[in-house]
C-alpha cells in the first residue's frame, strides 16, 4: 500500500500529524529548553518570542525529544495533535511515497527513484527474448549482468516485475505495465530520431539481415551492397541462413526466405516467385541409363541440403500423373552453390532453383532432367518477413522498398547466376 502524502495513522513515537490541530495545553510540560526553535533561538512559525503556544496550524520546533515516557501518551495520541508541515518537507521532500508494506499500519516513507531508460530497454529485451539468457546474448553481457540490472529497475520500480523460475519467465500486472509503456517510449524515441534524419535529409540505423545462401551468393549480396551505396549512415549486419527461425530470437530484423508458406506469426512480403528444376552434368548422364521418367532417378546420386535421417522425398507432377520418389542423399549441404558446382563435377544431380543453376546450363555445363515434369515441395515464393505489430524503424523500411523495387525489374524464374565459380572457391 503506498500513498503519496503523510499518512493519518499516527507514526510511531510521532504522534498524529494534521493541519490546523489545536495547540498543545499551555500548562503541558514539554520538556527543558522548551520552545526554542530547531534551527534558530527564536521560533520559526510567526509565534512571538518565548511564545510557548503556538497559532492552531503552526508548530514550534523543540531542540530535545519529547519524552512519552514521562508524559501521557493517551494524551498525546489522542487529544494532542500538531502539525509540522514545515519540518516534515526538510526530513521527506514532496516526492516521498509512505509504503504500509506489511499491512499493519507501521508506515515507512520511500524515496521515490527516477526509471533509467536503458533499465526500461532491458526489461523489452528479456521479454522480447523471452529470457535473461536471450537478453544477455542481445546485449552482449553476461547472464548474471542481465539479473542484477533487473533487480535495479525492480528496485526503482517498487514493485517486482517478473516472476523467475528453472523454466520461464512470466510478467507480473506492474510488469506488464512497464513493459507496454518501454514499448512505447522506445517508438517514440525511434520516431524522434527519424524525425531528426528528415529533417537532415539522411536515412541512419542499424538492420539485421539474413539470406538464404544460394541466393544470397547470386544476387542478394550485390543488392545489399547496393543499397549502402545509396544510405551510408546505415549499417547492415548480414547473415547466411536458408531456415526460417524465431526472428526475436535470432536477433533478425529481415528475413529474406524462398518458401511456400511463411510464418503466420510475421509479415511477409512477396518479392517474387521461384522455379525449381531437376540438373544434371553432360558426364553424369553420359555414364547412366537414359532418363525418361521420374523413376529413372533412382540410381543416381542425389545432391541436398540436409533433411532428417538423410532421407529425401522427391514428389514430382506431370500433368494429373504424381510420382513419389524416395532418395538417399549421396552429398548434403547447407549451401546450395556448392551442390551446384558438385553437379558440375558429375557427382550427383539435384533440385536447384532456375536462378542457381541456368547459367551453368547457359554455359553448357548442367542441362535440365525431366523438363516437363514440376517439383512440388520446394519454396515457390521469394519473401521479405519482419516481425508482425512492430512499427519498423525508417532504416527498415528504407531496406523493404529497395528489395521491393530491385526485384520488380527481375524475373526470378529467369535469373541466371552469369559467374560460376571454381570448386576450390567453397561455400
Not at 495533535?81 to 506489511?102: E, R, V
Request: aromatic share 6%; hydrophobic share 40%; net charge negative.
Amino acid at each position: 500500500m503506498l500513498a503519496d502524502t503523510p499518512p493519518e495513522t499516527p507514526l510511531k513515537g510521532l504522534g498524529h500529524f494534521r493541519e490546523n490541530a489545536p495547540a498543545p495545553a499551555a500548562d503541558m510540560n514539554l520538556g527543558p529548553e522548551s520552545g526554542e526553535s530547531l534551527d534558530h533561538p527564536e521560533p520559526q512559525t510567526g509565534a512571538a518570542p518565548g511564545d510557548k503556544n503556538p497559532a492552531p496550524g503552526k508548530v514550534v520546533f523543540f531542540k530535545h525529544v519529547i519524552d512519552l515516557r514521562s508524559s501521557d501518551e493517551a494524551l498525546w495520541n489522542g487529544v494532542i495533535s500538531l502539525t509540522i508541515p514545515d519540518m516534515f518537507n526538510i526530513m521527506f521532500p514532496p516526492t516521498t511515497q509512505w509504503a504500509d508494506a506489511h499491512g499493519d499500519h507501521s508506515w515507512r516513507p520511500i524515496e521515490k527513484t527516477n526509471m533509467d531508460l536503458d533499465l526500461v530497454h532491458l526489461l523489452v529485451d528479456i521479454v522480447d527474448s523471452g529470457s535473461l539468457s536471450g537478453a544477455a546474448s542481445r546485449r552482449g553481457v553476461t547472464r548474471s549482468q542481465i539479473s542484477k540490472s533487473l533487480a535495479k529497475l525492480e528496485s526503482q520500480a517498487g514493485a517486482q516485475l517478473l516472476r523467475r523460475s528453472t523454466r520461464q519467465l512470466e510478467l507480473t500486472g506492474q510488469g506488464a505495465l512497464l513493459y507496454e509503456h518501454g514499448v512505447r517510449i522506445l517508438r517514440e524515441l525511434e520516431a524522434a530520431k527519424e524525425g531528426i534524419d528528415d529533417l537532415s535529409g539522411s536515412i541512419r540505423g542499424h538492420i539485421r539481415v539474413s539470406v538464404p545462401w544460394g541466393l544470397g551468393d547470386v544476387l542478394l549480396g550485390q543488392v545489399l551492397l547496393d543499397f549502402l551505396a545509396r544510405h551510408p549512415r546505415v549499417t547492415i549486419d548480414v547473415s547466411f541462413s536458408n531456415r526460417v527461425q524465431d526472428l526475436i530470437a535470432a536477433e533478425v530484423d529481415v528475413a529474406l526466405r524462398i518458401t511456400s508458406t511463411p510464418p503466420l506469426d510475421s509479415v511477409a512480403r512477396d518479392l517474387g516467385p521461384v522455379d525449381w528444376h531437376l540438373y544434371a552434368s553432360p558426364k553424369l548422364l553420359a555414364s547412366a541409363k537414359s532418363i525418361h521418367h521420374p523413376n529413372d532417378l533412382a540410381n543416381l546420386a542425389f545432391l541436398s541440403i540436409p533433411t532428417p535421417n538423410r532421407r529425401c522425398v522427391l514428389n514430382l507432377q506431370r500433368g494429373s500423373e504424381e510420382v513419389r520418389i524416395e532418395l538417399n542423399p549421396h552429398l548434403q549441404s547447407q549451401h546450395f552453390m556448392f551442390l551446384v558446382q558438385a553437379a558440375v563435377q558429375g557427382i550427383g544431380f539435384g533440385a536447384f532453383a532456375s536462378y542457381m543453376a541456368e547459367g551453368e546450363v547457359a554455359a553448357g555445363r548442367l542441362v535440365r532432367l525431366l523438363p516437363d515434369w514440376t517439383i512440388d515441395g520446394f519454396g515457390g515464393h521469394l519473401y521479405a518477413i519482419t516481425t508482425a505489430n512492430q512499427l519498423l524503424p525508417r532504416a527498415t523500411r528504407a531496406l523493404l522498398d529497395h528489395l521491393r523495387d530491385q526485384f520488380q525489374s527481375l524475373d526470378l524464374s529467369m535469373l541466371r547466376d552469369q559467374t560460376p565459380r571454381d570448386i576450390s572457391e567453397g561455400c
